[in-house]
Each structure stands twice: as C-alpha cells, then as structure tokens.
C-alpha cells in the first residue's frame, strides 16, 4: 500500500501514535509518504522534527505556496497513487479519488462532533471548512449517519 500522511494537525495530534504506526506499515513492506501545507524551505527543519517524533518515512512532498491546498494535496495523492491518507483537513480529503482510503483526524478545536452528528456543518469559531468538505444534512456521511440511527423518527 501507498500510505499519505500529513503533518500539522495530524502527526502533531499524535505522533507517539504516528511513529507506531509508520514503523508498523514500513516493516510491512508499504510506503509512507509524508503529505503537507509547508514551505518547501522547511525541508531540514521539518525532517528533523519527524525524526525526533520517531516517524518513519519513505518520502516527503511539501508545498506552500499552492493557492488551493485541498486541490494541491489531491494532485500529490493522484501522482503518488496512494491507497489511504490521513490528515486533519476534510477540505482536501473530499476531493481525493474514490480509490483513497481517507482517514480525518478531527480536531475538536476546530470541529464540533456533537453538531455534525446532529446534521449540522459544525465548524467552530476561527475553523475553515470548504463548502465542498463541509458536512451538511444533505452530505453523504450526514445520510450515512441518520440511516444508521433513524433521525427523524418517531
């Protein structure tokens, strides 16, 4: 498996957990691609932070300077074929392929759960979230989520 992993928000969520689980997948024979919003610049800086979470990679595709990350991190997914990502940013996980596992780590800073299971967008104060990403009643996981447990019954 190709596997896409973002940093801020993700790997800084829980890199204790991240570092387990990149050793795990790289000892199985699959690689780890590090996916993230940073300036290409930051390149040592940011090897150096990965390696002092323990993280384990194959390797790194950083960019700053695209004026649509979401956009710009589905490209990367595309190119690198990748099986599964994970990252913090449903804006850019909404528009990877069908064929992309995707993993949101959701950051209740930022998104409120208790709205979004009710069917509401549930972004708090100072979160962004596209309108492509955001997680209205009429979404699919809002569908998904009410078919499940019988919203709106009696």
């Known amino acids: 498996m190709n596997i896409g ?3 801020d928000g993700t790997i800084t969520a829980a890199p204790e957990f991240f570092a387990v689980l990149t050793r795990a997948f790289r000892q199985a024979g699959h690689k780890v691609y590090i996916v993230t919003y ?3 610049l930051a390149v040592q800086s940011t ?9 384990e990679y194959d390797d790194m595709h950083l960019c700053g300077n695209a004026e649509d990350m979401g956009q710009w991190k ?7 074929d990748l099986d599964v990502m994970f990252d913090d940013m ?4 909404c528009r990877m392929g ?3 596992t995707r993993f949101w780590l959701c950051d209740g800073g930022v998104h409120d759960l208790e709205r979004i299971a009710r069917g509401g967008e549930g972004v708090a ?4 979230v596209s309108g492509q990403a ?3 009643p009429r979404s699919r996981l809002a569908r998904a989520w009410n078919s499940l447990w019988g919203r709106g019954r009696k």
């Open 98 to 100: 069908p064929s992309v």
């Open 47 to 55: 090897r150096d932070e990965l390696a002092r979470w323990g993280i």
């Open 74 to 80: 589905a490209k990367i997914a595309g190119l690198l």
């Open 125 to 128: 104060a100072g979160g962004v």
């Open 134 to 136: 955001s997680l209205t």
């Open 90 to 93: 449903p804006a850019a996980l």
């Open 5 to 7: 992993i973002d940093i």
């Open 38 to 40: 940073r300036q290409p």
